[in-house]
Structure formats: C-alpha cells, structure tokens
C-alpha cells in the first residue's frame, strides 16, 4: 500500500476529531474525538516510520501511553462533573468556578 493511502486515512480521522472537539457538547463524546485525533497521529507515526525506520513506532507507543492517561483523568473529570451536576454537557463547567 501507498503511503499516501495512510496520510489520507489519518487526515480524515483527524479532521473527524476536530469536528467533533467543536462542535459536540457531551464531555464522553468531546473524548472520543480527542482519541480520533490521537489515533489519526498514530497512524502518520507508523506510516512515516515505515518508511524511514522504526523510531515512528516507539513514538507510537509514547502517544498510546499518553491516550490512556488523558482517558483516565477525562473520564474522572466527566464522573466528576456529572456527580455534581447530573449532566455531562460541557458547556456547564463555566458554572463550576468560586
């Protein structure tokens, strides 16, 4: 396969993610995109490091690592968030200040 098939996958994921940063109010869901983007990365790291050698791997795997630290703290934030609020809409978490 073409690298340039893996570039293309990884810019449609990523710009699925994004999309989905913005314009989604659902804390869960606001994750699920950041994960996209994580993943879109992950899928440029291994393409590009099979063509170079295998230092895009191990950044893989840093990025990997990364993911599921940031899913951990998120979804603590989003349990958080819904015990004290009942919802997990986004746009509520101004109202958490003082």
């Known amino acids: 396969m073409l690298i340039n098939q893996f570039l293309l996958l990884a810019a449609i994921l990523f710009c699925i993610g994004v999309y989905g940063v913005l314009v989604r109010r659902n804390g869960v869901l606001v994750l699920m995109s950041i994960e996209l983007i994580l993943n879109a990365v992950n899928i440029n790291l291994v393409a590009f490091g099979t063509q170079h050698d295998i230092s895009g791997q191990v950044f893989a795997l840093f990025?990997?690592?990364?993911?599921?630290?940031?899913?951990?703290?998120?979804?603590?934030?989003?349990?958080?968030?819904?015990?004290?609020?009942?919802?997990i809409n986004i746009d509520e978490l101004d109202e958490l200040k003082g």
């Open 63 to 87: 990025v990997i690592a990364v993911a599921a630290a940031e899913v951990g703290v998120g979804l603590a934030m989003v349990l958080l968030l819904y015990r004290t609020r009942r919802s």
